[in-house]
T-cell receptor, first 113, second 112 residues
């Protein structure tokens, strides 16, 4: 099976702009989660989608949102970008219920200037 | 909210030496997962432990889940250069209803 794919792999944006990141899970996986990884805070959970519904949400401001489509592909949107949003954004899919083993994609490296 | 602490943050070993990283949760976990991230890569799932006191082995890696299901450890015997990377533990918060909480990871550096 093909792994989790994320696009784009690298992105440079300016403060105040918005960005949309895309994730295609492993075929058959219905759960898609998003994480932010920074050197200071480590890996932090953003949200999880299952069957097009947001099931879990981490402690991030409302500028961070997401959605999942009927084919399980997911998008994450960050509005009004801040310098502190610079991070590696990782998508992970799972075939299991309730935050089972996660299969991560290569990530999108976002730099906000 | 739940906190997952990992120690040490960094570990330097000579190739061939053993390595252990420890994970402690502030709450009882339904399961604990371990991941490895190579430099420049993404986290890769290693294993999931579910039962109290569970011990699982994968070649030179031994994983343990504490009796109280609040701590875990990963032990690598006779490290090799391919073991270089960051090892993370993670537990489902709120029984999974609130996402997965990761520890900050232990960076394993191996000197040949």
């Amino acid at each position: 099976k093909a792994g989790v794919t994320q696009t784009p792999r690298y992105l440079i944006k300016t403060r105040g702009q918005q960005v949309t990141l895309s994730c295609s899970p492993i075929s058959g996986h219905r759960s898609v989660s998003w994480y932010q990884q920074t050197p200071g805070q480590g890996l932090q959970f953003l949200f999880e989608y299952f069957s097009e519904t947001q099931r879990n949400k981490g402690n991030f401001p409302g500028r961070f949102s997401g959605r999942q489509f009927s084919n399980s592909r997911s998008e994450m949107n960050v509005s009004t970008l801040e310098l502190g949003d610079s991070a590696l954004y990782l998508c992970a899919s799972s075939s299991l219920d309730r935050m089972g083993e996660q299969y991560f994609g290569p990530g999108t490296r976002l730099t906000v200037t | 909210g739940q906190q997952v602490m990992q120690i040490p943050q960094y570990q330097h070993v000579q190739e061939g030496e053993d390595f252990t990283t420890y994970c402690n949760s502030s709450t009882t976990l339904s399961n604990i997962q371990w991941y490895k991230q190579r430099p420049g890569g993404h986290p890769v799932f290693l294993i999931q432990l579910v039962k109290s006191g569970e011990v699982k082995k994968q070649k030179r890696l031994t994983f343990q889940f504490g009796e109280a299901k609040k701590n875990s450890s990963l032990h690598i015997t006779a490290t090799q250069t391919t073991d270089v990377g960051t090892y993370f533990c993670a537990g489902p918060e709120g029984g999974g209803a609130d996402g997965l909480t990761f520890g900050k990871g232990t960076h394993l550096i191996i000197q040949p």
